[in-house]
């Protein structure tokens, strides 16, 4: 059924769009904080009301799909396939030992998504568009668009996918799969391979590390329970509020009623540190490993007898911080203390050594010092943006070895490294989840893609537009020496993703879309991938649909989703699958063989495998009974189940959570058998089997990944400082005499409450919610004359866009930040972008490590704009409806 379609059932269209709206208006009445028990009082007094209109209504639990952090629960009141409102959590009182799974305004946004006006509705092609040629390529992105129907736009792909082939070569098309590859993937194995890409992302430098490389790995932090122990919760970089609303953002309040002191680390005070109260450490953006240097300075020259280092911890369980415990495999006699002393290039690592770089003050830095110091119990939460600039190679492994200088690993209350994304501030053991169901078609059946051109994220679009780059293979898979070479793309095919918004260098990204022959994208509004392509194809929501996705086994560990379709497909949208297997039977590809399962039994399969942990502790049991006709119900195949709860009351209650307690088996503390005996208990991912402050393997893998390609930058086995390329040296073309440059301020990105990465940025209700400014600092907006709310040009060699000034002392001067994700809106009159788009200014990592990347690492400046562009309120901005005349 369709958006029209309402007028067809029996409901009085003014009765329906007045209960919508009163529904609307409930909703933006909650507390965000979603916790308190009168936010629970309210949401059941919502939910419990209904007039005449929701008479024989149904609540179902949907997906909140989107790359947040948050993992939260969504249902949906319908009624004759009709969404009436939302609502979230209400199937318990809430409380510490069992929290409801509360959403955030993009959740309860999601409703806006799938209905709003501007979901796409037909196939369509760019109107200049010319088969096997593209026509006049320079149209992409502000063509005309022409209604087609799906046996053309099907027939138009497969064509250009066969005549890419036979002209240049399966390599020549590039599947924008962001490593998380979709069905389409699967048909391009099959039809012969394709170009894909490889890097780190979300964890930035921290994914060179993810297995353990120098001892600690992705996520190995403690469980919640655990952090009420602190003293200290340290958030580098960290800000839950914003990117990854729900369960974390609930923790932080009661681990600051429990008495935890917080700490922030980072360029601009943020929201999670303002409601926490936090001590605010300023760092410049890349300026971490320097910090972090004079920090291990700082506690290694005033260190009275174990007053600030953990010297037990050291001996027993690191190498490399001193000469006297050095890995056995150790190729240089360097160790960290007498590096940080300065005794191997004459630069002592001081306190005002590193103020000079990372513009952290002194005496901020000896106070970090003494928080980190071993007399404190530390729980160090670091996310991955400090990861994410250029030159930050070595910031997670000297956050490490500092974290051990103060033994903040293995006992109660002490935990440090990564954490952000689906279990943030509660770590160990998953405790209850579906079964991971999906599989990435083309990885099927042992296939492996033929071609192997894999091109790293970092100089993707270069790559295009050049046709050469460096090859390093797959991250997390067989790397190997860099080596030149040459791709001719022709072809780029966007499923699932929004990889020319997302990532650096959208101007290039432009250019090269505007290169290739033919480019063809899915989705469901027009994102940017799409408004440069010249074939895009309308795609179901999860609400219209039952499946399994890569998002739905990422929740935190003590809860798990149900996801059902809630209305059927609207207008001609189909699933991914359908697509693909639409393209498959074009291309002659068995697609039963690539993906011998549906959608629906992917969905069945991943309730027929979840799991929950026995309540001793023990192993795990089913979660779910699921009888005969149950799978009967949903038309797939399984075999009947006993487990702790019925099927049908999952997919009523849309969420299973563990009840916690204090003393139940799951509070976690990671490496904790490692230091009560770490001979016994040696960690199996370093070759000492400690944590490895001088880590060979780890310049190892560095210098085989620079080979002989000057300009890439040699992190070295210690956690060194290494010159920042873009970073705050370089605001000066004469750092001696501090000359400064063209480009005086540091930009920095932050995840914004507003959408989750570039999705959702399209609703008018969040536009409303929350403006998209540029945060800059008050003493650097009082020098150039901008108050706040004036609109500003920040510009660089790579582009330019112009927004509206948030002005305040929470930036730190010679600093901007701007909300990650706005879909880029360029004026082609002035090539000026007016959505604030972050990746307009972001430029290649050449310099650094070939799979980093450096969104928070670069060179700016910015002013008043006097130009004629007008820039009206973001939730005035006309919704991007290519079809507007079309019924």
Not at 63 to 82: A, E, F, Q
Not at 117 to 130: F, G, I, N, Q
Not at 372 to 381: P, R, T, V, Y
Request: glycine fraction near 8%; proline fraction near 5%; aromatic fraction near 10%.
């Amino acid at each position: 059924m369709n958006i029209d379609a309402i007028a067809k059932k029996d409901i009085d269209r003014r009765a329906f769009v007045a209960a919508s709206a009163a529904a609307t208006a409930t909703l933006a009445g909650l507390s965000l904080a979603g916790c308190s028990e009168n936010n629970l009082q309210e949401t059941e007094t919502a939910s419990s009301e209904s007039g005449p209109l929701e008479e024989g209504a149904e609540w179902i639990p949907v997906s909140c799909w989107h790359n947040c952090g948050g993992r939260c629960l969504n249902k949906v009141l319908v009624k004759d396939g009709v969404v009436l409102r939302q609502k979230t959590d209400d199937t318990h009182e809430d409380s510490w030992d069992w929290p409801q799974s509360r959403g955030c305004i993009r959740g309860r946004s999601v409703q806006q998504q799938v209905f709003g006006a501007d979901r796409l509705k037909y196939p369509m092609k760019r109107k200049h568009w010319e088969p096997l040629t593209g026509g006049d390529k320079s149209l992409r992105g502000r063509d005309e668009w022409e209604r087609i129907s799906w046996d053309e736009a099907l027939d138009y792909i497969a064509a250009e996918l066969k005549n890419a082939k036979e002209k240049y070569g399966n390599s020549s098309i590039l599947y924008l799969d962001a490593g998380l590859e979709g069905y389409m993937g699967g048909v391009l194995n099959a039809f012969g391979g394709f170009t894909k890409q490889t890097g780190c992302q979300s964890d930035g430098t921290f994914e060179y590390y993810a297995e353990g490389l120098f001892g600690v790995t992705y996520g190995q932090l403690n469980d919640r329970y655990d952090i009420l122990n602190s003293d200290y919760l340290v958030m580098w970089g960290n800000n839950p509020a914003w990117a990854a609303f729900g369960n974390p953002s609930y923790y932080i309040k009661n681990f600051k009623q429990a008495g935890v002191k917080f700490v922030f680390v980072g360029p601009d005070y943020n929201a999670s540190a303002g409601f926490t109260d936090a001590e605010w450490i300023p760092v410049r953006p890349g300026g971490d490993t320097a910090l972090l240097l004079a920090v291990a300075y700082s506690m290694i020259t005033r260190d009275e007898g174990g007053s600030l280092i953990d010297w037990d911890f050291l001996n027993n369980c690191t190498v490399g911080f001193d000469s006297e415990h050095m890995p056995d495999d150790a190729k240089m006699s360097e160790n960290f203390r007498d590096y940080v002393l300065g005794l191997y290039d004459g630069v002592e690592k001081t306190p005002e050594w590193a103020s000079e770089l990372c513009g952290t003050p002194v005496e901020k830095i000896e106070r970090l010092a003494d928080i980190l110091g071993c007399e404190n119990d530390c729980f160090i939460s670091s996310n991955g943006a400090p990861a994410r600039a250029k030159g930050a190679e070595n910031f997670p492994h000297a956050l490490m070895a500092v974290s051990a200088m103060g033994g903040h690993f293995g006992k109660p209350g002490n935990a440090s490294g990564l954490d952000h994304n689906y279990s943030t501030l509660n770590r160990g053991a998953t405790l209850v989840s579906l079964a991971g169901s999906y599989v990435p078609p083309y990885q099927g059946a042992g296939a492996v893609n033929p071609v192997d051109n894999t091109i790293p994220w970092s100089e993707l679009w270069n790559a295009v537009v050049t046709g050469k780059y460096y090859d390093v293979g797959v991250l997390r898979g067989e790397l190997h020496a860099p080596e030149e070479r040459d791709i001719d793309i022709h072809v780029i095919v966007s499923e699932q993703k929004n990889v020319l918004q997302t990532q650096m260098d959208v101007n290039t990204g432009i250019e090269a879309y505007r290169k290739v022959d033919f480019a063809c994208a899915q989705v469901y509004t027009m994102k940017t991938d799409a408004r440069y392509s010249d074939i895009v194809l309308p795609i179901c929501t999860r609400w219209e649909y039952n499946t399994t996705t890569y998002y739905d086994v990422a929740t935190d560990k003590e809860n798990t989703f149900a996801r059902n379709k809630a209305v059927d497909p609207l207008f001609e949208s189909k699933t991914d699958w359908e697509i693909a297997e639409a393209v498959a039977s074009r291309l002659d590809v068995d697609f039963a063989e690539i993906m011998p399962k549906t959608d629906q039994q992917q969905w069945m399969d991943a309730m027929v495998g979840a799991t929950v942990v026995k309540e001793d502790g023990s192993g795990y049991e089913p979660l779910l009974s699921i009888a005969e006709d149950d799978f009967t119900k949903y038309g797939v195949e399984g075999a009947p189940q006993v487990g702790r709860i019925p099927l049908e009351q999952f997919l009523r209650d849309g969420v299973y959570r563990v009840k916690r307690s204090a003393d139940d088996p799951f509070v976690y503390i990671a490496l904790k058998e490692f230091r009560d005996d770490p001979e016994t208990n040696p960690l199996p991912t370093t070759a000492s089997g400690k944590l490895e402050i001088y880590c060979q393997a780890k310049g190892d893998l560095f210098a085989m990944m620079k080979g002989d390609v000057e300009r890439i930058i040699d992190p070295s086995p210690l956690p060194k400082y290494m010159d920042q390329h873009e970073g705050f040296t370089d605001t000066f073309i004469d750092w001696e005499n501090k000359v400064r440059g063209p480009y005086p301020f540091q930009l920095t990105h932050v995840h914004y409450l507003r959408r989750a990465h570039s999705d959702m940025d399209n609703l008018p209700w969040l536009r409303e919610a929350m403006t998209n400014p540029v945060f800059i600092n008050k003493s650097d907006a009082e020098e150039k004359g901008i108050e706040d709310g004036d609109i500003i040009l920040v510009h660089n060699d790579n582009g330019a866009f112009i927004r509206p000034a948030s002005v305040s002392r929470t930036v730190m001067p010679g600093v901007i930040a701007i909300p990650h994700g706005a879909a880029v809106c360029i004026d082609e009159a002035t090539g000026i972008d007016t959505a604030g788009a972050d990746n307009v200014l972001t430029s290649s990592c050449n310099e650094t490590a070939f799979l980093s990347n450096g969104w928070n690492g670069t060179l700016v400046d910015y002013e008043k704009y006097t130009g004629d562009i007008e820039l009206l309120p973001d939730c005035d901005w006309p919704l991007d409806i290519p079809l507007p005349d079309e019924e």
